[in-house]
């Protein structure tokens, strides 16, 4: 490894934030073995690190929101100083330090935000402004998380979601407080407000998912409910969760996903593996591995399983008949690569060269199942023949994206890429065979998209809308959740 | 060998000892992540070394300065632990660990210095920007934990705070060297 490089800078990232190869962290060891500027500029990076983050909380200039953070487990100084519990002082080195450490950290009892709302001025009731709040404000920084969910559909005009016992329109702004625990069904196509399943109970913060047509809604915890019906099974997935409980929760299943067929899902798991701790007073060390179960719907039973890369993996892509699917798995330290599986043995098929430069945050493949397209967080749309694995087209798009959607044209012959509002939201059309982009226009929303059959329109359903930040008569903030949006747009306008 | 269950655990010694190192924590942090620069490891390195300062605080002479006897302690944690893990063993090759120990307290009054203009500077980051620090730094939050809250990957993320610590540093070295308010 040289100095100056970037591989330099991305290992001191990585040493940093507790990533990176072991391989890595060899070589930057290596590295200031051999060059005492390597050192100076690994110790004054270090420096600010550590010190950001000794800095007390009281530097914190936002409201102290704080959800549960489902897989973490206890601290290891906590675990540490377990042994030492019974001997008095640790614990009251434990307690003093903690307080401070952790000083308003506490989940609600739902493992929502509400428990660190302490501070927020108290909303008056649903009176409210349009005053936007200026300054920093705590939504507009994502820092708190709504306190509602949605799912969509991918071919169905169909969205699910959590409110109230009354019906909530697209497009809605709702009381912050106004949490709800009630199942609410969205045809787009057929009207803006909601029906009210009034007897099926679906908090914010379950793993759920919908099954292509819009018929099925089914939850990790393994509820299953028809949409059309409301008729309630059950489908055994293995329990969400390992443990649950007041104390914070340990995830099993993170992500839920249908195959476009519908006749399977993709599950990202998590799996533990216990090791013997070479720690004198912990028994076990617990690793944590994220796979990918592809299972049976309705029966549940395994179909194959394969490891699923980085946690919180973005949902892979399937082709059509649900035969194939095309995941990214990291590629050293700051880039993915591209892979393509059998889904239902979990055999590698291909792996697409090249590799990408950055991160790929958006996976489609094409109705027939022969092209390939990846968003690259680089600033580029790369475009595969499936049959071949050649690299057709590399485009060139915005690079500031902090997410993406795509999806093909039912005719193949288009592309819609919706890159999440950001510091350059924008909705842009490529022509596949040309591999060119066509049209760019701004745009506020980003989400999943729908084609017409006739591919000269499409949906974009902007559901992850978040949290709005307005202010009260007398200045106050007050928050509102941000029910989805669908906006349709012509292709022929696009072009224009 | 003294252990906290058999040496007196009387008011005053425990009040002294917190005294002592609470004040000392912060320093014994950044002592420790000079070579372990996770936040989690070193944390777990200073609880460590807590313990084991307490065990031995009935050798500790208060004529002396409290925090230089707890960064030796602390070294000699941070050797115990990396002999544990292979990922880290190249720090005990050839005295790498004192090596940059000995390093950082030589750049120690440059990095203070520098480190003064940090607040103007985070005064300049955007309310985002801003936002991630607090959630990642102060508040502790892991990487996947803010990306799932945001709606973003967790690999933007990651190089969001690549991207902030550089604009810091730049931002501090130019006050450095020019002398700047920044305001």
């Given at each position: 490894?040289?100095?100056?490089?970037?591989?330099?800078?991305?290992?001191?990232?990585?040493?940093?934030?507790?990533?990176?190869?072991?391989?890595?962290?060899?070589?930057?060891?290596?590295?200031?073995?051999?060059?005492?500027?390597?050192?100076?500029?690994?110790?004054?990076?270090?420096?600010?690190?550590?010190y950001?983050?000794?800095?007390?909380?009281?530097?914190?200039?936002?409201?102290?929101?704080?959800?549960?953070?489902g897989?973490?487990?206890?601290?290891?100084?906590?675990?540490?100083?377990?042994g030492?519990?019974?001997?008095?002082?640790?614990?009251?080195?434990?307690?003093?330090?903690?307080?401070?450490?952790?000083?308003?950290?506490?989940?609600?009892?739902?493992?929502?935000s509400?428990?660190?709302?302490?501070?927020?001025?108290?909303?008056?009731?649903?009176?409210?402004?349009?005053?936007?709040?200026?300054?920093?404000?705590?939504?507009?920084?994502?820092?708190?998380?709504?306190?509602?969910?949605f799912?969509?559909?991918?071919?169905?005009?169909?969205?699910?979601?959590?409110?109230?016992?009354?019906?909530?329109?697209?497009?809605?702004?709702?009381?912050?407080?106004?949490?709800?625990?009630?199942?609410?069904?969205?045809?787009?196509?057929?009207?803006?407000?909601?029906?009210?399943?009034?007897?099926?109970?679906?908090?914010?913060?379950?793993?759920?998912?919908?099954?292509?047509?819009?018929?099925?809604?089914?939850?990790?915890?393994g509820?299953?409910?028809?949409?059309?019906?409301?008729?309630?099974?059950?489908?055994?997935?293995?329990?969400?969760?390992?443990?649950?409980?007041?104390?914070?929760?340990?995830?099993?299943?993170?992500?839920?996903?249908?195959?476009?067929?519908?006749?399977?899902?993709?599950?990202?798991?998590?799996?533990?593996?216990?090791?013997?701790?070479?720690?004198?007073?912990?028994?076990?060390?617990?690793?944590?591995?994220?796979?990918?179960?592809?299972?049976?719907?309705?029966?549940g039973?395994?179909?194959?399983?394969?490891?699923?890369?980085?946690?919180?993996?973005?949902?892979?892509?399937?082709?059509a008949?649900?035969?194939r699917?095309?995941?990214?798995?990291?590629?050293?330290?700051?880039?993915?690569?591209?892979?393509?599986?059998?889904?239902?043995?979990?055999?590698?098929?291909?792996?697409?060269?090249p590799?990408?430069?950055?991160?790929?945050?958006?996976?489609?493949?094409?109705?027939?199942?022969?092209?390939?397209?990846?968003y690259?967080?680089?600033?580029?749309?790369?475009?595969?023949?499936?049959?071949?694995?050649?690299?057709?087209?590399?485009?060139?798009?915005?690079?500031?994206?902090?997410?993406?959607?795509?999806?093909?044209?039912?005719?193949?012959?288009?592309?819609?890429?919706?890159?999440?509002?950001?510091?350059?939201?924008?909705?842009?059309?490529?022509?596949?065979?040309?591999?060119?982009?066509?049209?760019?226009?701004?745009?506020?929303?980003?989400?999943?998209?729908?084609?017409?059959?006739?591919?000269?329109?499409?949906?974009?359903?902007?559901?992850?809308?978040?949290?709005?930040?307005?202010?009260?008569?007398?200045?106050?903030?007050?928050?509102?959740?941000?029910?989805p949006?669908?906006?349709?747009?012509?292709?022929a306008?696009?072009?224009? | 060998?003294?252990?906290?269950?058999?040496?007196?655990?009387?008011?005053?010694?425990?009040?002294q000892?917190l005294?002592?190192?609470?004040?000392?924590?912060?320093e014994?942090?950044?002592?420790?992540?000079?070579?372990?620069?996770?936040?989690?490891?070193?944390?777990?390195?200073?609880?460590?070394?807590?313990?084991?300062?307490?065990?031995?605080?009935?050798?500790?002479?208060?004529?002396?300065?409290?925090?230089?006897?707890?960064?030796?302690?602390?070294?000699?944690?941070?050797?115990?632990?990396?002999?544990?893990?292979?990922?880290?063993?190249?720090?005990?090759?050839?005295?790498?660990?004192?090596?940059?120990?000995?390093?950082?307290?030589?750049?120690?009054?440059?990095?203070?210095?520098?480190?003064?203009?940090?607040?103007?500077?985070?005064?300049?980051?955007?309310?985002?920007?801003?936002?991630?620090?607090?959630?990642?730094?102060?508040?502790?939050?892991?990487?996947?934990?803010?990306?799932?809250?945001?709606?973003?990957?967790?690999?933007?993320i990651?190089?969001?705070?690549?991207?902030?610590?550089?604009?810091?540093?730049?931002?501090?070295?130019?006050?450095?060297?020019?002398?700047?308010?920044?305001?």
């Open positions: 490894m040289n100095f100056p490089s970037t591989e330099f800078a991305h290992a001191v990232t990585a040493a940093c934030q507790g990533g990176g190869s072991d391989a890595a962290i060899a070589a930057l060891h290596a590295a200031l073995q051999a060059d005492e500027a390597a050192q100076d500029d690994y110790l004054w990076q270090v420096e600010l690190h550590s950001l983050a000794s800095m007390a909380p009281n530097q914190i200039t936002l409201p102290v929101p704080e959800v549960s953070e897989r973490r487990f206890w601290p290891a100084r906590r675990r540490a100083l377990a030492w519990a019974i001997a008095g002082l640790a614990v009251l080195i434990a307690f003093v330090a903690g307080l401070r450490w952790h000083r308003g950290n506490a989940p609600g009892a739902d493992r929502n509400v428990a660190g709302l302490q501070g927020v001025p108290k909303i008056p009731g649903e009176e409210h402004s349009d005053r936007q709040v200026q300054g920093s404000g705590f939504a507009a920084q994502g820092l708190i998380r709504p306190t509602v969910q799912a969509v559909a991918s071919d169905a005009s169909i969205i699910v979601g959590t409110g109230g016992q009354e019906p909530i329109e697209l497009g809605a702004e709702v009381p912050y407080e106004s949490r709800g625990d009630t199942l609410h069904v969205w045809d787009w196509s057929r009207s803006r407000q909601s029906k009210v399943m009034k007897d099926i109970r679906l908090w914010p913060d379950q793993r759920i998912c919908v099954s292509p047509d819009g018929t099925w809604l089914v939850m990790a915890k509820d299953v409910v028809n949409l059309t019906t409301g008729e309630k099974s059950t489908i055994d997935l293995g329990g969400e969760f390992y443990l649950s409980g007041l104390a914070g929760s340990l995830q099993r299943i993170e992500h839920m996903q249908f195959a476009p067929d519908g006749r399977r899902l993709a599950l990202l798991v998590y799996n533990l593996d216990l090791t013997k701790s070479a720690h004198p007073l912990r028994r076990q060390d617990l690793t944590a591995s994220p796979t990918i179960q592809i299972v049976d719907f309705p029966s039973k395994l179909v194959c399983e394969f490891p699923a890369g980085n946690q919180f993996e973005l949902p892979p892509a399937f082709s008949d649900g035969k699917v095309v995941l990214r798995y990291p590629q050293g330290e700051s880039a993915s690569k591209i892979v393509e599986r059998n889904a239902l043995t979990g055999e590698i098929r291909r792996e697409y060269e590799h990408l430069r950055e991160f790929a945050y958006a996976i489609g493949l094409s109705g027939g199942g022969s092209l390939l397209a990846v690259d967080s680089a600033g580029q749309a790369l475009l595969w023949d499936t049959e071949t694995g050649k690299l057709k087209h590399k485009i060139p798009v915005p690079h500031d994206a902090p997410g993406a959607h795509l999806r093909f044209s039912p005719d193949g012959k288009l592309m819609a890429l919706s890159l999440f509002p950001g510091i350059s939201p924008k909705l842009i059309l490529i022509d596949v065979a040309a591999g060119a982009v066509v049209a760019t226009v701004p745009h506020e929303t980003s989400g999943d998209m729908h084609w017409a059959a006739d591919s000269k329109s499409f949906d974009v359903i902007y559901d992850h809308r978040g949290i709005s930040e307005q202010a009260d008569k007398d200045g106050r903030p007050v928050m509102f959740n941000l029910f949006t669908v906006r349709t747009w012509k292709v306008d696009l072009r224009k | 060998m003294t252990t906290p269950s058999d040496r007196p655990t009387n008011n005053d010694s425990q009040a000892f005294r002592l190192f609470l004040p000392a924590e912060r014994l942090f950044r002592y420790v992540a000079a070579l372990v620069p996770a936040v989690g490891d070193a944390e777990e390195i200073v609880q460590q070394t807590a313990v084991e300062l307490w065990k031995k605080f009935h050798e500790y002479d208060p004529k002396q300065p409290f925090t230089p006897w707890a960064c030796r302690f602390a070294l000699n944690i941070v050797k115990q632990w990396v002999a544990r893990r292979q990922r880290w063993q190249a720090l005990l090759d050839r005295g790498l660990a004192e090596e940059l120990v000995n390093r950082r307290e030589q750049l120690r009054p440059q990095f203070e210095s520098r480190l003064s203009h940090l607040d103007r500077c985070l005064e300049k980051l955007s309310a985002e920007q801003r936002g991630l620090v607090e959630a990642y730094y102060f508040r502790r939050r892991r990487i996947e934990v803010i990306a799932a809250e945001m709606r973003r990957t967790v690999d933007s990651y190089k969001a705070l690549q991207r902030i610590r550089l604009m810091l540093r730049q931002c501090i070295e130019r006050a450095e060297h020019t002398g700047e308010s920044l305001a």
